[in-house]
C-alpha cells in the first residue's frame, strides 16, 4: 500500500491527468473527491484510447428558477455564479472534459442571457444549438422538438446540476440494459428527529429513536433512446417523471442508474451557498 498516493480530483481535465502520470511514470492515477472517496480510476491506456462521443446531450435550461428569486429576477438560474463562473457553464466544462461535442440547450426565461454567454459553443471545444420555448414546457415538453433530428441513444440533464458524475458510464450501462430510459439516481437520507412509535391498533407494537430513512431519489440526468421521443407533442407541456411512466405503462423498461459521484441540485439559496462554499470542488479549467 502506497500511504502518500498521488492524486487528482474529480473533474480534472484528461490532458493535465495524462501530464502527471508522464511526469511522475504511473500507469494509474485515481481520482479522490474532497471527502476522501474514490470516486474514479484512469489509465494512461483508457485516456489516450478515448474518443470524441457524438452521443447528443440536450440541458434544459428554460426554467425561471423561481425559488431562488430575487436572484433570477435578471439572471436565469443556469448563469448563476459559482467562483464565479455559472453553472451552465460548469456543466459545458464538463461535458467537453468527457470528450462530449454536440450540445443542445432548450432556453425560455432570459434566453438572451445564455445565448450571449455561450454563443455556438466553440470557445469551450463544443458544437451548441439552441431549442427555443414559446412558452415553458416543463422538463421534457422541449424535447418534442428533436423527434426526427435525433436518431442515437441520448442524454437529457437538468442544467442547475453539479455533478461528476460519468456520463460514459451512464451510457453504457444504459445499453447494457436495454431499456428505453435510464434515469439517474441518488440516495438521498432523512432523519426523523423524533422517536418512532409503530402501532398495532392501539398497542404499542415497537419503538424506534430517530429513524433514518433511505430513498433513491430523481437526480435529473437520463439516457433516453429515439423512441421515447415519439411520447411527446410539439409545443405541448410535459416533465420527465410523466414520459417515464407513460413509457412504463405502455410496457417499456426503465433502468435506475445509480449515481455514487458528487452531486449537488441548486434548486434552493441554501444550494447556492454550499455550492459557492465549494467552489473549487466543482470548477475545471
Do not use: C
Not at 24 to 50: K, S, Y
Amino acid at each position: 500500500m502506497n500511504p502518500s498516493p498521488r492524486l487528482v480530483a474529480p473533474g480534472t481535465s484528461e490532458s493535465t491527468i495524462l501530464e502527471h502520470m508522464a511526469e511522475h511514470a504511473i500507469r494509474h492515477m485515481p481520482v479522490v473527491d474532497a471527502d476522501g472517496r474514490l470516486v474514479d480510476v484512469f489509465t494512461a491506456q483508457d485516456l489516450r484510447h478515448r474518443s470524441h462521443a457524438t452521443t447528443p446531450v440536450i440541458l434544459m435550461a428554460g426554467g425561471r428558477g423561481q425559488r431562488l428569486y430575487p436572484l433570477t429576477k435578471d439572471v436565469p438560474k443556469p448563469m448563476l455564479p459559482v467562483g464565479g463562473v455559472p453553472l451552465l457553464e460548469i456543466i459545458l466544462r464538463s461535458l467537453a472534459n468527457q470528450g462530449f461535442v454536440n450540445v443542445s440547450i432548450s432556453v425560455n426565461y432570459l434566453a438572451d442571457v445564455i445565448i450571449d454567454h455561450v454563443g455556438d459553443g466553440s470557445s469551450l471545444g463544443l458544437s451548441v444549438t439552441y431549442i427555443h420555448e414559446n412558452k415553458p414546457l416543463g422538463t421534457a415538453g422541449a424535447l418534442a422538438e428533436l423527434r426526427d433530428a435525433v436518431n442515437e441513444t441520448f442524454i437529457v440533464m437538468n442544467s442547475d446540476l453539479l455533478t461528476h458524475v460519468n456520463l460514459r458510464g451512464m451510457l453504457s450501462f444504459h445499453d447494457k440494459q436495454g431499456t428505453t430510459a435510464t434515469v439517474g439516481v441518488r440516495e438521498h437520507l432523512f432523519q426523523i428527529p423524533y422517536g418512532v412509535v409503530n402501532l398495532a391498533g392501539t398497542l404499542v407494537e415497537s419503538m424506534v429513536e430517530k429513524p433514518t430513512h433511505r430513498s433513491m431519489v430523481n437526480a435529473g440526468i437520463y439516457a433516453l433512446d429515439p423512441k421515447a421521443l415519439q411520447r411527446l407533442v410539439p409545443g405541448e407541456y410535459a416533465d420527465m417523471p410523466s414520459l417515464l411512466s407513460l413509457l412504463m405503462e405502455e410496457g417499456h423498461s426503465v433502468a435506475a442508474f445509480p449515481i455514487h459521484e458528487s452531486w449537488l441540485d441548486v434548486g434552493r439559496p441554501e444550494d447556492l451557498s454550499q455550492a459557492r462554499t465549494d467552489s473549487a470542488k466543482w470548477i475545471t479549467p
